[in-house]
Structures are given as structure tokens and as C-alpha cells.
T-cell receptor, first 112, second 113 residues
């Protein structure tokens, strides 16, 4: 989407860490989400963060939020081949009744 | 048990036809959505219903008409299909609309020839 930007492609070796970046423009964003889409499948929610938080960790996933720069990142530790997918960043605003603005998605390819 | 299901999974049809896509959720959620994902994987919301009431109606041609017979179902009817309607259509649901997590269906791949 025009308000949420992501890099389009990331290649990473199995076992390394992946970092996927996202920038957004709407300062009223309240919730920021990361979704994963495997080939031919729907979107699977990975994690989300409230805009008043700086960091959230959930097993191999770490989300960092820099609200001043409107920058969101998702770090995947010990990346596995099963992590190969498209990762979407999305922002949601509490006054927009669930309207999510998605980024264009980052294709992550994990090589052995 | 599938949380959000859509039928059909694939739909191939001719230009000018009318078709419907069905969505059902068994999560007890109050809000349902339709999204369109184009060939470049860009996802954009089309409609949102809360308790059978239309909440979000983005700039979508009026050939697209959502219908919510009850809060567990949100169907999408498309009249006079055009080539540009070819996309993957995702249904989603959430407990409420404002900030609750949205759960997505597997998608319906529509190809208009």
C-alpha cells in the first residue's frame, strides 16, 4: 500500500537471522501486525505490537518498533526452510473499524 | 476445524458472467471482511461487516455486492465480471472491528478469461 512500505525480497541462509523491515506513515496507527503467507495459502498472523511498545518477543520472533521513525522490523532467529514465505506488515487504526493497510510484502527465501 | 473457510477455492469464468464467493467463520466473531490481492500480492480491503451491518466500503465498483445473511457468513457477489477482477479474494474475521486480530481464510483464486 502507498502508506506502508517494505523491501520486496530477502534471501537468507538456513540458521541465520532474518530481518524484515517496514515503514509506515500514519502516526495514528495503533496496532502493527506481521502476517505470513505461504504459497497458495491465506495469511497467517505471526505477531502484533501496540504502538506504545518498543519491542515484543515471541519465541524466534522479535518485533522492534521505532515510533519516532515509523519503522517496524521483524527478526526471525535461526531461520528455517519452512520460514520461506511472503511476510506482510500491516497497520491498523482504532478509529477505522478494523481497516488494515498492508505493505506489498517481502518475499523471504531461505537457502540451505 | 477450519476457522475461516471460503468456497470455491478456484474459480475460472468468462468475462461478463456473474459469480459468487462464499465465506463462513466458526469463531463466533462479529466482524467479517473481504480483501483483494492482485497479481503483485498487494492486499487491499474491499468491505467490512459488523453484525450484518456494512461498516467499510472502500472504492469498489458497484458490480461487487457483499451480503451477510448472518454474522457467521459474508458472501461476495460479482456482476459482469471483467478481466481486471482476476485476483485472489480473501475473507477474514475478527472478534470486533477496531483492533482485534483478523483471521484470514485460504483465499479464492478468481481467473476471468
Amino acid at each position: 500500500g502507498e502508506d506502508v512500505e517494505q523491501s520486496l525480497f530477502l534471501s537468507v541462509r538456513e540458521g541465520d537471522s532474518s530481518v524484515i523491515n517496514c515503514t509506515y506513515t500514519d502516526s495514528s496507527s495503533t496496532y502493527l501486525y506481521w502476517y505470513k503467507q505461504e504459497p497458495g495459502a491465506g495469511l497467517q498472523l505471526l505477531t502484533y505490537i501496540f504502538s506504545n511498545m518498543d519491542m515484543k518477543q515471541d519465541q524466534r520472533l522479535t518485533v522492534l518498533l521505532n515510533k519516532k521513525d515509523k519503522h517496524l522490523s521483524l527478526r526471525i532467529a535461526d531461520t528455517q526452510t519452512g520460514d520461506s514465505a511472503i511476510y506482510f506488515c500491516a497497520e491498523g487504526q482504532t478509529d477505522s473499524w478494523g481497516k488494515l493497510q498492508f505493505g506489498a510484502g517481502t518475499q523471504v527465501v531461505v537457502t540451505p | 476445524d477450519t476457522a475461516v473457510s471460503q468456497t470455491p477455492k478456484y474459480l475460472v469464468t468468462q468475462m461478463g458472467n456473474d459469480k459468487s464467493i462464499k465465506c463462513e467463520q466458526n469463531l463466533g466473531h462479529d466482524t467479517m471482511y473481504w480483501y483483494k490481492q492482485d497479481s503483485k500480492k498487494f492486499l487491499k480491503i474491499m468491505f467490512s461487516y459488523n453484525n450484518k451491518e456494512l461498516i467499510i466500503n472502500e472504492t469498489v465498483p458497484n458490480r461487487f455486492s457483499p451480503k451477510s445473511p448472518d454474522k457467521a457468513h459474508l458472501n461476495l457477489h460479482i456482476n459482469s465480471l471483467e478481466l481486471g477482477d482476476s485476483a485472489v479474494y480473501f475473507c477474514a474475521s475478527s472478534r470486533e472491528g477496531r483492533w482485534e486480530t483478523q483471521y484470514f481464510g485460504p483465499g479464492t483464486r478468481l481467473l476471468v478469461l
